[in-house]
């Protein structure tokens, strides 16, 4: 079973269209994020999500929303593509250590296999 | 099935001593490996690369070593530093040379930690 599964894998659209990725964890993780890989391969945190709270990356705009389900799913919604926004995007999940102080990550981070969005 | 693993979560290294990250991979077809390094609370960003035509790679005190019979590399930091404490990330892709059109297949991460 796939840990990280994002839909879909390839997506090819026109300018100014609505659409959206989606992600799911089967790890038991508390925490999902979504990355943008550029075309010189670094990646851009956009969003980290759990049950308690979202942190937006400032310069996301905001026609990107995450949207979470349950704690299992965080889907990214994309409203009015525009050029720009194609790229890869990655998603991943980590779990919150437990034990210590509060917010400490053991600092796994298991990624999808990345959705590559194509704006025409 | 992880094609990219990491398989220790977390090395412990003496300030000033050589820190060895290990990466393994299934896929035969990657040719180009990536090693990013991620803060908390941030991004990984990457550190550096390596294609499959060359065995070694240098920056600074960064050195990544490939050996592609074993399906494996090796990011080799010396001296290692406080600043060096963070997760580094192992990746590849594959099918070409126009890198900046494939996508990546990551490892776990490893957490370093650097001792003073």
């Known amino acids: 079973d796939t840990a990280v599964s994002q839909t879909p894998k390839y997506l090819v659209t026109q300018m100014g269209n609505d659409k959206s990725i989606k992600c799911e964890q089967n790890l038991g993780h508390d925490t999902m994020y979504w990355y943008k890989q550029d075309s010189k391969k670094f990646l851009k945190i956009m969003f980290s999500?759990?049950?308690?709270?979202?942190?937006i990356n400032e310069t996301v705009p905001n026609r990107f929303s995450p949207k979470s389900p349950d704690k299992a799913h965080l889907n990214l919604h994309i409203n009015s593509l525009e050029l720009g926004d194609s790229a890869v995007y990655f998603c991943a999940s980590s779990q919150e250590e437990q034990e210590g102080p509060a917010g400490t990550n053991t600092g796994e981070l298991f990624f999808g296999e990345g959705s590559r969005l194509t704006v025409l | 099935d992880q094609q990219v693993k990491q398989n220790s979560p977390s090395l412990s290294v003496q300030e000033g001593r050589i820190s060895i990250l290990n990466c393994d991979y299934t896929?035969?077809?990657?040719?180009?490996f990536l090693w990013y390094k991620k803060y908390p609370a941030e991004g990984p960003t990457f550190l550096i690369s390596i294609s499959s035509i060359k065995d070694k790679n240098e920056d600074g005190r960064f050195t990544v070593f490939l050996n592609k019979s074993a399906k494996h590399l090796s990011l080799h930091i010396v001296p290692s530093q406080p600043g060096d404490s963070a997760v580094y990330f192992c990746?590849?892709?594959?099918?070409?040379?126009?890198?900046?059109?494939?996508?990546?297949?990551f490892g776990t991460g490893t957490r370093l930690t650097i001792i003073p």
């Open positions: 896929n035969s077809m990657f040719d180009y």
């Open positions: 999500y759990n049950n308690k709270e979202l942190i």
């Open positions: 990746a590849a892709s594959g099918y070409g040379s126009n890198f900046g059109n494939e996508k990546l297949t």
